[in-house]
């Protein structure tokens, strides 16, 4: 399948290894991988701050790099989250009848990694090895928004080594939620002091999610706490092989 890699701005800019990995994943399973230079910001940032008609020239440049992809992937349930759910609105808002039946043809096309392996090509079992006592954190956008299920762990489970263990109260918030850690900081920080008490009640070497910005607002906290958990994206996982 001809996939086209949608990186987003926070992965490219802060955890580049994460889309190393997935088009490492993907070339392994037999896709081919595309990366159109011409992406940018989906303007998630834009829209969740109350700037809506600043999305809109991104949501178009988005569509127009994108729209000829036979399948747009993300590492990103956050930023497929805004692509899906929130798009129709700010085509809506632009009262740009093209864009918004772009936006309706796109949307279809455009998925989380887990939902793409699963779902679209039907594979579960990615051969992959990690000989590691893992945790998985589902992020907000990953359980609320798209509703991906059991998807992520499903892929875990399949990984040979791993010792996959279930983190307590999996589905509270870890209270990143992007501008929400930096306009309600003690709010944030009482959430995050919940989320790390769970991970570090697993002993798990390896804290995993869907999303790096959860992952890195976690992942200092633990850091601080110098708890000797390591953070790793669902597509590094993944992507481990056994060496030779």
Do not use: W
Not at 31 to 47: K, L, N, R, S
Not at 126 to 131: S, T
């Amino acid at each position: 399948m001809r996939v086209s890699l949608f990186i987003t701005c926070f992965n490219d800019t802060l955890f580049p290894q994460v889309g190393v990995a997935t088009t490492r994943l993907l070339e392994r399973l037999g896709h081919t991988v595309e990366f159109p230079e011409a992406q940018t910001c989906c303007g998630q940032m834009h829209y969740n701050t109350g700037y809506q008609r600043e999305a809109i020239p991104l949501a178009r440049h988005f569509v127009e790099v994108f729209g000829d992809a036979e399948v747009v992937v993300a590492p990103s349930a956050s930023c497929v989250g805004m692509v899906r759910e929130l798009y129709p609105k700010v085509a809506a808002l632009s009262g740009d009848a093209r864009l918004i039946a772009a936006v309706r043809d796109l949307i279809p096309r455009v998925d989380e990694l887990g939902e793409f392996l699963v779902k679209r090509a039907g594979v579960v079992d990615v051969r992959a090895y990690f000989p590691h006592r893992v945790t998985y954190h589902p992020t907000c956008h990953s359980l609320r928004t798209l509703q991906v299920g059991d998807i992520p762990q499903r892929l875990l489970r399949a990984v040979k080594g791993i010792e996959l263990v279930e983190l307590p109260n999996a589905t509270e918030c870890c209270g990143f939620g992007g501008t929400f850690a930096v306009k309600n900081a003690d709010t944030s920080v009482a959430m995050l002091g919940d989320k790390m008490r769970s991970v570090l009640d697993t002993g798990a070497e390896v804290l995993c999610a869907a999303d790096t910005s959860c992952l890195m607002h976690i992942g200092g906290g633990l850091h601080r706490l110098r708890a000797g958990v390591r953070t790793m994206h669902l597509a590094e996982i993944l992507a481990s092989v056994e060496e030779a």
